[in-house]
T-cell receptor
Framework: GDSVTQMEGPVTLSEEAFLTINCTYTATGYPSLFWYVQYPGEGLQLLLKATKADDKGSNKGFEATYRKETTSFHLEKGSVQVSDSAVYFCALSDNYGQNFVFGPGTRLSVLP | DAGVTQSPTHLIKTRGQQVTLRCSPKSGHDTVSWYQQALGQGPQFIFQYYEEEERQRGNFPDRFSGHQFPNYSSELNVNALLLGDSALYLC?????????????FGPGTRLTVL
């Protein structure tokens, strides 16, 4: 079945550091790919998405590019802030949202 | 524009009891999905409702059942609660009827089974 793998956390960075969170997937067909963020005590918020190969999703300084050849969707940000501290989930959706699969999440802590 | 809302926020039950959780989708959305998120893990798909029918189901036992109403709101019912059912239950809505697969999540209901 479809699956999503993320780099294990926690990831601890200093403010203004560069962030990469790796995500790879296994899926039949051509899934849409997502990054969701979960702040402490809250539900998931959509951060960005990409629906086809070579698409780049971006939002709030975060970016991720849909790489079909490497089945990857790595999340990057050039300069993290303390407010970016949260858990980040990579996810895929196949067959028009009927099959939504999440990775295990990566906890990010940004220190001032 | 109201987002996805869920009730109650927190719930404490004992083993063997039954529970009902409620979800109202984002305005204009026609599809509701339910997820179980255990502590420290990613959400696990329970099932999805569209046009008042269960459209797809994850690997959860029949103790988990649901319903979608004509106004697109939804309920998740869990019977014969087990300690392992303690989790954050998330509802997500989307507009599948127009081919969009982006899901918007509610804040969740924290269920504790004692």
């Amino acid at each position: 079945g479809d699956s999503v793998t993320q780099m294990e956390g926690p990831v601890t960075l200093s403010e203004e550091a560069f962030l990469t969170i790796n995500c790879t997937y296994t899926a039949t067909g051509y899934p849409s790919l997502f990054w969701y963020v979960q702040y402490p005590g809250e539900g998931l918020q959509l951060l960005l998405k990409a629906t086809k190969a070579d698409d780049k999703g971006s939002n709030k300084g975060f970016e991720a590019t849909y790489r079909k050849e490497t089945t990857s969707f790595h999340l990057e940000k050039g300069s993290v802030q303390v407010s970016d501290s949260a858990v980040y989930f990579c996810a895929l959706s196949d067959n028009y949202g009927q099959n939504f699969v999440f990775g295990p999440g990566t906890r990010l802590s940004v220190l001032p | 524009d109201a987002g996805v809302t869920q009730s109650p926020t927190h719930l404490i039950k004992t083993r063997g009891q039954q529970v009902t959780l409620r979800c109202s989708p984002k305005s204009g959305h026609d599809t509701v999905s339910w997820y179980q998120q255990a502590l420290g893990q990613g959400p696990q798909f329970i099932f999805q409702y569209y046009e008042e029918e269960e459209r797809q189901r994850g690997n959860f036992p029949d103790r988990f059942s649901g319903h979608q109403f004509p106004n697109y709101s939804s309920e998740l019912n869990v019977n014969a609660l087990l300690l392992g059912d303690s989790a954050l239950y998330l509802c997500a809505s989307s507009l599948v009827g127009q081919g969009s697969d982006t899901q918007y999540f509610g804040p969740g209901t924290r269920l504790t089974v004692l």
